[in-house]
């Protein structure tokens, strides 16, 4: 049994190559190449791991403009898939994730009063932690017109179109909460989103991200090309892949103290990812899918779902004078009793809250 623990997470193997690019995180110039990717027919990059803060990255790393064209084609792609039904159970999820996220404020005894969340999506996490505090002021930054749009007409949050690398100096002390779920992997410069995030709290502010499990999420691209030799599809954009150790480690650099940091949904691992080598686990080989095919043409076969939040939260247990069942259900639903340390590197996903000092 030890001797099976022992190999899991499993160590990439790989050679060591002078990157193109140095790593975004600490500057160092080589790493180990865990395999070769196509992202779309947009551009081919290999996956390489930093030989000193273990961060694993594109390199070269993808353009702004190609993360553009890239993510559109995608959410069409994904969207094609799905049904208005299913979406709108997508929202009400997010809706109790950031009810048992304000939670856990609550217990915690912070109450925050103005809060930006980077990437919000369909804004319903936020929601959910509008429902625990009413009086909190909220605005969202993405760099997508459409989003924007839906969580200012949708919701009424304040809306702000960017970057999240470029620093906007008049947000500077702005929030006493930043949120960034299922983000900070897709951006192009970590270090600079980190920077901003600093910027734009208060002193003692806090930082809320969920990201995957780097280890586990490389493994499958790892495998398509130690296996096969063949380079991996990569549609999603996820550009960074963190270690536990290593992000934890970059994030007390830039003065950020974990109240809350760790790796939950175990399941994943048990099946293999991360150590197993199966073909069931490998990333597709790549195809090379035209993105303008998805981003210009299906693009017009899209329906429009639209939402009316009434509908979207009509749930029995979703009541302002029922929060105490609000609270049940929504940890029944998503309870993580199994919480394990980032630095194992197993597991699906890692949960942080981080505090500032400035
Ligand atoms: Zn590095």
């Given at each position: ?32 190449k ?26 070269p ?17 994904a ?6 039904e ?45 429902f ?21 007409e ?9 970057i999240?690398e ?8 702005q929030f006493?909460?930043v ?8 951006v ?24 995957p ?12 090309y ?21 992000l ?16 939950y ?83 699906h ?10």
């Amino acid at each position: 049994m030890e001797s099976i623990l022992k190999n899991i997470p499993s160590e990439f193997k790989g050679e060591i190559i002078y990157r193109e690019e140095a790593c975004r995180i600490c500057g160092h110039k080589s790493g180990k190449k865990i395999s070769v990717i196509d992202y779309w027919d947009l551009r081919t990059s290999n996956l390489v791991k930093c030989s000193n803060c273990n961060l694993a990255q594109l390199d070269p790393m993808i353009t702004h403009d190609e993360t553009a064209i890239g993510c559109l084609a995608y959410y069409v792609k994904a969207t094609l898939r799905n049904t208005k039904e299913k979406e709108a159970k997508n929202l009400l999820r997010n809706f109790r994730r950031g009810f048992l996220f304000g939670r856990s404020l609550e217990k915690q005894g912070i109450e925050p009063k103005k809060v930006l969340e980077m990437g919000p999506g369909s804004g319903y996490f936020l929601e959910g932690l509008k429902f625990v505090f009413p009086e909190i002021e909220i605005t969202v930054m993405d760099v997508n017109k459409e989003v924007l749009q839906f969580n200012s007409e949708h919701h009424g949050y304040k809306p702000i179109e960017n970057i999240l690398e470029k620093p906007l100096e008049h947000l500077e002390n702005q929030f006493d909460l930043v949120v960034a779920r299922d983000v900070i992997e897709h951006v192009v410069d970590i270090k600079k989103v980190v920077e901003n995030i600093q910027l734009y709290l208060s002193d003692q502010g806090l930082f809320h991200f969920t990201t995957p499990n780097g280890h586990e999420d490389l493994w499958k691209h790892y495998l398509t090309y130690n296996q096969k030799n063949k380079h991996s599809e990569l549609l999603l954009n996820h550009v960074n892949y963190f270690d536990g150790k290593g992000l934890l480690d970059f994030l007390k650099e830039q003065a950020f103290e974990p109240l809350k940091y760790y790796t939950y949904k175990l399941k994943t691992t048990r099946r293999g990812r991360g150590w197993k080598v199966s073909e069931k686990l490998m990333s597709p080989v790549s195809q090379k899918l035209s993105s303008s095919l998805y981003a210009n043409e299906k693009i017009k076969d899209l329906e429009n779902f639209s939402f009316i939040k009434s509908e979207v939260l009509k749930s029995w247990y979703i009541n302002k004078s029922r929060k105490m069942m609000t609270y049940i259900i929504s940890s029944y639903l998503h309870a993580n009793p199994i919480r394990v340390s980032p630095e194992l590197n197993v597991g699906h996903e890692i949960y942080g809250l981080f505090q500032v000092n400035k």
